[in-house]
């Protein structure tokens, strides 16, 4: 299967996207994640994104977009894959469509996960991240740790993203609102599109997703 994730920053897209990816048996592909990781490891991709996330802003397409295929190229994604946080917008979108098309693919499905603003901001104030690996992610109420500031994942260390606080997440709402908002409208006219709830317990808005997929 093939299937992109949309969401506001802060809907849960991250913590729906390790159960999906595990029921359905395919990678999951974050290009959050994968910035971060650049990042830590100092690379010059990395370097290239920091300020543009840290303002939260979009990093540009022409690194983006070069990034998002070479991972959907690797050997764990010829069965399908997973996409979180790409496309953001719509040149991405119309990227991934040509991309896939020279593949012989085509997409099963857009999951949208619909939130109200209030509720993606008490998400986002309150998540915490584990330093190895982004793709662990905590809620210091909704879903704490075994242990203060540890993953219970790795053992790693967990921090509040520099772009989580109150100033940056109200401009990625902005970005959210005008630049990948419109990749919804894009989907629909392909058929794609499902839209569900991401409100409520993690494992209802899982099994809530994973009907919707069917
Ligand atoms: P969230 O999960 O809160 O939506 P992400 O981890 O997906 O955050 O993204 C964090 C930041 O990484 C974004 O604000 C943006 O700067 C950058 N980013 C991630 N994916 C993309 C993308 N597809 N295009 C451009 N920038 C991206
Ligand atoms: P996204 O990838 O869309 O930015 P995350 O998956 O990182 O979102 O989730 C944002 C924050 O909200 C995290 O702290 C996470 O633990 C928490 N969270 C995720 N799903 C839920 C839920 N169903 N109810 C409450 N909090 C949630
Ligand atoms: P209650 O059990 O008090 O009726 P809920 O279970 O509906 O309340 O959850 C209250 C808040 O915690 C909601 O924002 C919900 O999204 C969030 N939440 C519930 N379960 C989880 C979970 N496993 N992980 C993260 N957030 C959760």
């Not at 849960?12 to 974050?30: D, E, M, R, Y």
């Not at 998540?127 to 704490?144: E, G, K, L």
């Given at each position: 299967?093939?299937?992109?994730?949309?969401?506001?920053?802060?809907?849960?897209?991250?913590?729906?996207?390790?159960?999906?990816?595990?029921?359905?048996?395919?990678?999951?592909?974050?290009?959050?994640?994968?910035?971060?990781?650049?990042?830590?490891?100092?690379?010059?991709?990395?370097?290239?994104?920091?300020?543009?996330?840290?303002?939260?802003?979009?990093?540009?397409d022409e690194v983006t977009i070069g990034m998002a295929k070479d991972r959907m190229s690797k050997p764990d994604a010829e069965g399908g894959f997973l996409l979180d946080g790409f496309p953001r917008n719509?040149?991405?979108?119309?990227?991934?469509?040509?991309?896939?098309?020279?593949?012989?693919?085509?997409?099963?499905?857009?999951?949208?996960?619909?939130?109200p603003e209030d509720e993606v901001v008490k998400r986002i104030a309150g998540?915490?991240?584990?330093?190895?690996?982004?793709?662990?992610?905590?809620?210091?109420?909704?879903?704490?740790p075994e242990q203060d500031g540890v993953c219970d994942v790795c053992g790693g260390e967990l921090y509040q993203r520099g772009d989580d606080t109150e100033e940056t997440v109200r401009r990625r709402l902005e970005v959210y609102h005008s630049e990948t908002e419109p990749i919804i409208d894009h989907y629909k006219a392909q058929g794609l599109v499902v839209t569900i709830s991401a409100l409520g317990k993690v494992d209802e808005?899982?099994?809530?997703?994973?009907?919707a997929l069917k």
């Open positions: 299967m093939r299937i992109v994730l949309v969401g506001p920053p802060g809907a849960g897209k991250g913590t729906q996207a390790a159960f999906l990816a595990k029921n359905l048996k395919i990678p999951h592909i974050s290009t959050g994640d994968l910035f971060r990781a650049n990042i830590s490891q100092g690379t010059e991709l990395g370097k290239q994104a920091k300020a543009f996330m840290d303002a939260g802003n979009l990093v540009p719509v040149s991405q979108a119309v990227a991934l469509d040509e991309w896939l098309k020279a593949e012989g693919q085509q997409l099963d499905g857009v999951l949208d996960l619909e939130v998540r915490r991240t584990c330093r190895n690996d982004s793709s662990h992610v905590f809620h210091v109420t909704y879903s704490p808005v899982t099994r809530r997703a994973m009907e």
